[in-house]
């Protein structure tokens, strides 16, 4: 027996000893950590990675830059662009990661177990007291272990839903991130540009002007020096030429860093020659046109300013907190399932299947369940109070930014003229020069009066494109497409120049604020109560399909949705020959006005109308317009930009007056489709023109009050 205890001591020691070593090793190599910095080798090679990244080649500058172009590079090549798109690309790979969340868990596992004796264990009679005496063991020493088990929480899946929802809203927060950066790049490439244009126009002309007045110093000096002139009367002559040189080099030290500017903008490397497109001498002599007013820009600003935007998604993040704070509160149900396996010789079944449920609640959660709501309602109060005043400062900024540009444009009128009358002085001076009636410093004086007049005009015309940006800005204007059929330099440089030319278009068709502000009404309530004014019900539509009418053809032909009604120009004559068969009568409107000539040929001419199956309560909305022509060209526009791929959609305007000015509303919606999917396509579509549109289900009461009044134009 003594034996057989000491050769147990040896072998635990024997096994115990190794480990201990094992974990004092890894504790000593715990404690020796300490801080290291960067090698010279590591850091070289830091820098040569970045490097590698940064002056990555673009692509060559064949031609001179002209401003669509260095935008297009901006918007390519500019490194805090390609920040926000990383920033973009990572939010939505954190999307992809928590949509595994939901899933359940599935955990496989192995293991072996092992010790260096048997588990032996005795047993006790209840009855009688007295233990049983022998030793029995139902395990072995070593035994192997697996199993696959499946463990669902349905609680966990309801916050994992919305934590997916949430980063959903982070993806889209990044992406007004990145717009609102690829705006301000576009602002800072439109005023780099035109102050490296007039660098380019007045440094040509400072050189000679320099060398010219170093001469007339020197020429000065030597006078002084022979006393030709009075002294006092030398000195004043050579420091009137030296203000001016000063002045002269103070224009070259603003002027001679503004390529280079706009290079860095562009991303091109440090130093790198490049060429300015000159504007033709027209464009620099007329200002930028600005023919939105304030009232459509601040409309514009609230739908689309990225800041907005940010906060609106950021309110969904908060209501979805909300839920997540009141689902933590509820009971979790545990569903779970496993297939297990042991080896233990031991067991009359050594593989079988487990399952079962459970329910667990953490009843202290009830009593913090109201400071959770209020806190979490707080949250949602402070994004929306915070959405409001940034709503009042963009209404403000729009407001400032409108204004300067206007004071901008008159400095720019007034710095122009006195230019241009400096340029003519310089002319006199330089007849009168000749015929020796003026000495050279009056000559010299008048040259650098008629630059400087030049610079201040180009510089102001350079502040005036930048208070033009600032209003773009000031607004939310996105010049690119949501979606480009590519993202090479010729496309984007396209895509910038359409853009930058057609912005003014989509937002001169807002709506003032205040008329937001009466748009919920709805248009039964502000329609006149005139039984004349009001249309007949559109009837079912019946099983068979009328042939297709063209518009220009037969402008009474009855269209095919019930929604549509006939043009509304006049009443059909009972005369007027019988159209195509239709679906549906064409409805009555005995006082409808007649839509304006130049609304009717702004829509293709041959446009069928559609005849398929559709369903009436599924319309685009495209906006609320002044009048019935605003709205009309802007279907116009619509129709021809889409195309073919719109066919069988039709334009509906429907008409209302506000009551507190009796003004007309106009909203132009669109209709025809054969479910909601075939209209987000279509909104698809329509918002890669640079437009809005908004897909709604109407109710039974929108329905009631949009058979009122009503007049289609045409269809795609």
Known sequence: M??????????????????????????????????????????????????????????????????????????????????????????????????YDMLPRVVAAAGYVGRNNDAGSESLNLATGRRTGESTTATDRHRRTGDLAFTWNVLDFGVSYLRARQNANLVLIADERRRRVVQGIMQDVRTAYWRAVAAERLLKRLAPLEKRVEGARRDARTLEALRVQAPLQALNYTRTLVETLRQLQSLRRELVASKSQLGALMGLPPGEPFEIEMPAASVMQSPPKLDVGAEALETYALLNRPELLEESYNQRISADETWRSLLKLLPGIDVNAALRYDSNSFLLNQRWADYGARISWNLINLVSAPATKSYAEAQEELVAFRRQALSMAVLSQVHVAVL??????????????????????????????????????????????????????????????????????SAGVDPLP???????????????????????????????????????????????KDSKTEAVKPEAPKPETPK??????????????????????????????????????????????????????????????????????????????????????????????????????????????????????????????ADRAAAERFCHRVKDSQRECTVRTLSAQEQQSDSGPADRLASL
């Not at 720019?412 to 003229?417: D, G, N, Q, R, Y």
């Not at 129709?639 to 009551?659: H, P």
Request: hydrophobic share 45%; aromatic share 4%; glycine share 6%.
């Open 548 to 673: 297709p009418v063209p518009v220009a053809a037969a402008p009474s032909a009855v269209s095919a949705s019930p929604f549509v009604p006939a043009s509304s120009a006049s009443p059909v004559p009972a005369s007027s020959p019988a159209p195509a068969p239709a679906p549906v009568p064409a409805p009555v409107q005995a006082a409808a006005p007649a839509p304006a000539p130049a609304a009717q040929t702004a829509v293709p001419a041959a446009a069928p109308v559609a005849t398929a199956s559709f369903s009436p309560v599924i319309q685009a909305e495209l906006g609320a317009y002044a009048s019935h022509r605003l709205a009309g060209q802007e279907w116009g526009i619509i129709a021809k930009r889409l195309g073919t791929e719109g066919n069988g959609v039709g334009a509906l305007y429907i008409a209302s007056r506000r009551s507190q000015d009796g003004k007309t509303i106009v909203q132009l919606r669109a209709g025809g489709f």
């Open 2 to 99: 003594k034996t057989s205890t000491a050769h147990l001591r040896r072998r635990l020691l024997s096994s115990v000893v190794p480990v201990a070593v094992l974990t004092a090793s890894l504790l000593a190599a715990g404690c020796a950590v300490k801080p290291e910095p960067l090698t010279a080798e590591e850091n070289l090679a830091r820098v040569r990675k970045d490097l590698g990244v940064v002056l990555t080649p673009q692509e060559p500058l064949t031609k001179a830059v002209s401003m669509d172009e260095a935008m297009a590079r901006a918007i390519k090549y500019n490194l805090d662009e390609r920040v926000k798109l990383m920033e973009v690309a990572v939010a939505t790979d954190q999307l992809d990661l928590s949509r």
């Open 404 to 473: 300067q540009y206007r004071e901008l444009k008159q400095e720019f009128a007034l710095t122009a003229e006195q230019a241009d009358l400096d340029t003519r002085i310089r002319s006199q001076y330089t007849n009168v020069g000749e015929a020796g009636q003026v000495g050279e410093l009056g000559v010299i004086q008048s040259e650098v009066t008629a630059l400087l007049s030049d610079l201040r005009r180009d510089l102001v015309l350079a502040d005036l494109h930048n208070a033009y940006s600032r209003v773009m800005v």
């Open 482 to 528: 949501e979606t480009m059929a590519a993202d090479d330099l010729p496309t984007l440089t396209q895509a910038v120049s359409k853009g930058l030319s057609s912005w003014q278009e989509r937002a001169s068709g807002m709506q003032r604020v205040k008329d937001l502000m009466a748009a919920p009404r709805t248009a039964a309530q502000d329609a006149p």
